[in-house]
């Protein structure tokens, strides 16, 4: 509408009511051309996010020598979470099964995702929490892949501290058992005051100032209004009830209300 009330008001400066029909219809055809080239634009550039998101994540469950069950279904869980289906699914599928590949180039793809994200915080930190989440699934995180982890953080900015506390918080919000028969209490209650941040010498106060800041940091509106794909909401949604399960730990065991 606006290119078209655009092309309509030039059309009339420069040639009365004849130009003002004219301008309008140019216009509405130039609107029409603009939201194809957009659309296509942004559906060529989803498309490379999921290439990248899941052919790093290939590479990263392999990087122990071996891609365990556990890891497939939750890579399966992703897909869902993400809503993927049919052709988009496939090459999804197709992504991670090429990350696996020996010869696969990781930085080059670490690479195409920082190009694609533009560095946003917001969406480094949620593709890295993806890649946790898949390597994660076994209920631990074996060297090899805690190695490549915080090799993609840094060729993304980030640093080994952003690295540990996505691990922590995954820990601390994990219902399920880990590898060797479950994390003990006070291991994920250590885990839930990395995830926020905190140090078990932390007055409640600070804890819920640092549960606080995060819970805003990592709103799903909030993300989306900073760039944050649709298609990404799901990992913030996800984020959040892991900040939450965190907080809810130590508050059990502080006592805090």
């Known amino acids: 509408m606006l290119f078209a009330i655009i092309g309509a008001l030039l059309g009339a400066a420069f040639a009365g009511f004849k130009g003002f029909l004219v301008g309008g219809v140019i216009g509405y055809v130039a609107a029409a051309l603009f939201r194809r080239w957009l659309l296509g634009n942004l559906h060529v550039a989803q498309t490379a996010l999921l290439d990248s998101t899941f052919t790093v994540m290939g590479a990263l469950c392999k990087a122990d020598r071996v891609v365990t069950r556990d890891e497939i279904d939750t890579v ?41 994200s533009g560095g946003r915080r917001p ?31 840094k060729r993304l900015r980030l640093g080994e501290a952003d690295v540990a506390q996505l691990e922590a918080l995954l820990r601390a919000a994990m219902a399920g058992p ?18 926020l941040g905190v140090s078990p010498e932390s007055s409640p106060a600070e804890i819920k100032r640092a549960y606080r800041r995060l ?26 009830r892991e900040i939450n399960a965190a907080y809810d730990l130590i508050k059990e065991a502080r006592g805090i209300r």
């Open 215 to 240: 819970i805003s940091q990592n709103h799903p509106d909030k993300l989306a209004s900073r760039g944050l794909p649709e298609s990404m909401r799901a990992v913030a949604e996800e984020r959040s």
């Open 76 to 116: 399966e869980q992703i897909f869902r979470m993400l809503n993927l289906r049919g052709e988009t699914r496939d090459k999804a599928k197709a992504a991670f099964n090429r990350g696996k590949q020996p010869d696969f180039d990781l930085d080059a793809a670490v690479d195409q995702f920082a190009a694609i």
């Open 123 to 153: 969406l480094v930190s949620l593709f890295l929490q993806l890649q946790c989440m898949a390597v994660a699934a076994d209920g631990r995180i074996d060297p090899a892949e805690h190695a490549m982890l915080v090799r993609i953080a």
């Open 178 to 195: 880990a590898a060797g028969g479950g994390a003990p209490a006070t291991d994920r209650l250590a885990d839930a005051y990395t995830a």
